[in-house]
């Protein structure tokens, strides 16, 4: 009975020391990358480990410490149906231009494959895209902005990345890293 108990009390310390140990790897992320999500969204988001993981608030994000170049993903719920994500973007330029002073759109690339292009379209975790990049003013400053968004699962998410104009391309290979390996649960 006593060699049960002590053998109880060995798997319990061992079980218990791989639950701690694991609670705090990051073993699914991908090289020199860190999770930036939480158990309380549907996705996963990796980010560079040079990155700052930001939890301060309740959307997803992460910065770059030097110049705050910064990701993030939002989630909403449309307050009505778009025939496809091309036409929710096409509104949503629409707002843009409407509610900044400041607003210069730059490009929109609609990455949803055709025919033509079906090798070439970006997905955002595996659900088909469409990319805005544009730039708002706010008094002297000028910010470039690039979003990719996608409607899946009854939501509209956008992956915004935001910088300074004269910082966005330092980050552009590592925000097309986020993108790449941005995925569902």
Request: with cysteine; proline share 2%; glycine share 4%.
């Amino acid at each position: 009975m006593k060699f049960l108990k002590i053998t109880l009390v060995i798997i319990l310390v061992f079980a218990s020391a791989v639950a701690i140990v694991s609670c705090g790897k990051n073993d699914d992320a991908p090289k020199d990358m860190q999770r930036a999500s939480s158990e309380f969204v549907n996705y996963v988001l990796f980010v560079p480990k040079t990155w700052t993981v930001d939890k301060t608030d309740g959307v997803i994000s992460a910065y770059v410490a030097d110049d705050k170049s910064n990701v993030s993903v939002t989630t909403f719920t449309p307050t009505r149906s778009y025939d496809s994500v091309v036409d929710y973007t096409e509104e949503y330029l629409k707002t843009l231009e409407k509610t900044y002073v400041g607003y210069e759109y730059i490009e929109k690339e609609s990455l949803i494959p055709t025919a033509e292009k079906l090798e070439t379209g970006i997905t955002l975790g595996g659900v088909n895209a469409t990319r805005l990049v544009y730039k708002l003013s706010q008094g002297d400053t000028v910010y470039k902005i690039m979003q990719v968004i996608i409607s899946a699962k009854g939501y509209v998410y956008t992956l915004t990345y935001t910088a300074l104009a004269d910082k966005y391309d330092a980050h552009v290979d590592d925000v097309a890293k986020i993108i790449a390996e941005f995925k569902f649960k």
